[in-house]
């Protein structure tokens, strides 16, 4: 029966006969960090452990074959993530479009104790709340 034993960091990381281990797992760690920046930029109801697989299996290819890692983040980035940040900000104009046009804005006068007029400005979103509420009072 064969015995078993563990093999030493040590032996690991400076034995001659380990050296390509190590440039795989420098490989391997720069190229998770990339796609870990690629997986987070999706929408978490998107996203599924097998993307981050293969953006990880994508970034190693390029960093093989030479590509430097900020030049493969932003190539992966372009190619999958960026459709979703544009998405996503059009959705945020067109909601800021709509809320612009039912704010109304009311400006009310509270003196204050020196003798100052004090400006108090009131954003209601909807523009039934302004017709039918009354306003909460604002202290300064």
């Not at 796609?35 to 996203?47: D, H, I, M, T, W």
């Not at 999958?80 to 104009?93: G, H, L, S």
């Not at 704010?103 to 108090?120: D, E, F, H, M, P």
Request: net charge positive; proline share 4%; hydrophobic share 35%.
């Amino acid at each position: 029966m064969r015995v078993h034993k563990p093999l030493p960091r040590k032996r690991l990381i400076k034995s001659p006969e380990f050296s390509n281990t190590m440039v795989h797992a420098d490989l391997m760690s720069r190229a998770s960090k990339i796609g870990s920046a690629v997986y987070q930029a999706l929408p978490e109801n998107f996203r599924q452990v097998w993307m981050y697989k293969a953006f990880v299996g994508e970034a190693i290819t390029l960093l093989k074959r030479g590509t430097p890692d900020e030049d493969a983040r932003l190539l992966l980035w372009k190619t999958y993530a960026e459709v979703w940040q544009i998405k996503k900000a059009q959705e945020n104009k067109t909601a800021r479009e709509e809320v612009s046009q039912n704010n109304r804005l009311r400006i009310s006068y509270k003196g204050s104790r020196a003798g100052r007029t004090n400006v108090i400005l009131l954003v209601v979103s909807k523009k039934t709340e302004f017709a039918t509420r009354s306003y909460p009072k604002i202290n300064c």
